[in-house]
């Protein structure tokens, strides 16, 4: 079974950087792409970024291009989350996840890990 453990999450002020890191381990992990969301209090879960591991392409949404970069090492099977200048906005849960084939639906969701930039 695989298991997504996402780490690295705190308190920090506005401005400030963090760096988010997913690791993934079972024995039949599988990988066509990693991606980082979040949940903000009284809002839905969104999308953050997205890293596919042929090119090594990424994808961000709006709200966080020029300030976020995700990376993946496939040695460690680990996905990182870079957040620099951030801002108050982007307190949330945040959770990764995993599409195994071009085709597959997202796997199960785990606990995340808080974020909070305060003001």
């Known amino acids: 079974q695989v298991q997504l453990v996402e780490s690295g999450g705190g308190l920090v002020q506005a401005g400030g950087s963090l760096r988010l890191s997913c690791a993934a381990s079972?024995?039949?992990?599988?990988?066509?792409?990693m991606y980082w969301y979040r949940q903000a209090p009284g809002k839905e879960r969104e999308f953050v970024a997205g890293f596919f591991w042929s090119g090594r392409t990424t994808t961000y949404a709006e709200s966080v291009k020029g300030r976020f970069g995700i990376s993946g090492d496939n040695v460690k099977n680990t996905v990182y989350l870079q957040m620099n200048s951030l801002k108050p906005e982007d307190t949330a849960i945040y959770y990764c996840?995993?599409?195994?084939?071009?085709?597959?639906?997202?796997?199960?969701w785990g606990q995340g890990t808080q974020v909070t930039v305060s003001s």
């Open positions: 996840n995993n599409r195994e084939t071009l085709t597959s639906a997202l796997g199960s």
């Open positions: 079972g024995r039949t992990f599988r990988s066509y792409a």
